[in-house]
């Protein structure tokens, strides 16, 4: 009998503690929905600042804009971070063509991020058309030494998981100009990125490893239509001749800074949970969904927690990283500075997939905390928020891996967010505003379930 009542009073608490969780996230929809803030500072960020490119001065600008903005929520803290970021300019625009007899086709072209420019107002020359790497070691030095290297392998189509078919074709765009190197091309010439047939060319950052300037050439991103033309053209004509003009330019690095804002922990302070996005952007569009949505959504979470009257247990942090897009620094730098001060971070969620419509979070934690988020999904099923799988999280958070805490991304919906990635189409009209609304909710949802409950030490190993 003692040990049934005991049942019961557990049934009890448990049923009424879901309860509270029901309303609360009820609450944070609701607010996010009917009074929410994202999507305003997304328009400031897009349409009154810009392209956020790393080291420049829009970049500056929103560093300033979001301090001023957080300051304005009453948070206990709000800071800036120094990191020192590489400067990278465009230059005036790039111009593309191949030749079709004696006529000039032009082609929508764009510099990849990191590229030299082209030497003596252009390069103009044969082009080889590979698929990867493989195709380049087959063709050897003597096809490919004084030629243009296009490397032409799409975005696998019949993968429901669009980031999985980013990433299997991502490296030509990466490490293309680096390898064609090798064997004396000329010039790089890389698809763009994206599962869409349109006349956008999709930059991005690519290495050229420990190759010296001088023996460094410039690589461009050529629209899916124009790759199209391109490989069509060679086809007919193998002798085919590309030529294109760049004026992109590498200053030294400058200082810029991580942008960081706190409410402190009521019982345990020391434990740090932090959501965030990368402030910085590419300079074609606005970098409204990558990541100004992101940026605006992490914001959001810090404002729907005081705005629905949540006082956190823990140190909950937003964290705007600068230079997610081509060197990593602001994630590292606040890696480096929490473990140089031994901060404990337990939980870190992470948005950099679009401000498309929610669908779920992946997880890199261990089995006994995953078994917690698991416990969670029930909540998350009236806001249709279905997907919780093991695997990844965000590329700013990842430096703070460690055995103990329990890293997080935001997953929307991904079918169209490669229409825009990295392309002069990124901008604040591709954002609708209920997907970004309920993105911020999702997210501040599960902030508060880690926050309430904490995270779950893994099991040891027996013998260990």
Known sequence: MKKLSILIVLATAIGFAQNADEKQLKKVYSTSLTNGQSYAWLDHLSNKIGGRLSGSSNAAKAVQYTKAELEKLGLDKVWLQEVMVPKWERGKAEKGY??????????????LGGSVATKNGGVEAEVIEVQNFEDLKSLGKENIQGKIVFYNRPMQP?????FEAYGGCVNQRYAGAKEAIKYGAVGVVVRSM???MDDFPHTGSMSYGDISVADRIPAAAISTNGAELLSKQLKKDPKTKFGFTMHCKQYEDVMSHNVIGQITGSEFPNEIIIV?????????GDGSHDDGAGVVQSMEVLRLLKETG?????TIRVVLFMNEENGLRGGRKYAEVAKEKGEKHVFALESDAGGFTPRGFSFDCSDENFA?????????????I????KGGSGADIGPLKDDQIVLAGLRPDSQRYFDHHHAENDTFDAVNKRELELGAATMTSLVYLF??????????IKGK
């Open 98 to 111: 191949f030749m079709s007899g004696s006529q000039k086709i032009k082609v929508p072209i764009c510099a």
């Open 194 to 196: 994206n599962l869409r």
């Open 158 to 162: 019949d993968l429901i998981s669009t």
């Open 451 to 460: 926050d309430k409950y904490g995270t779950r030490k893994p099991s040891k």
């Open 386 to 389: 279905h997907y919780f799988e």
């Open 372 to 384: 917690q988020v698991e416990s969670w999904r029930k909540l998350f099923k009236p806001y249709l």
């Open 276 to 284: 965030g996005g990368h402030l910085d952007s590419w300079d074609l």
């Open 310 to 314: 949540y006082k956190p247990k823990r």
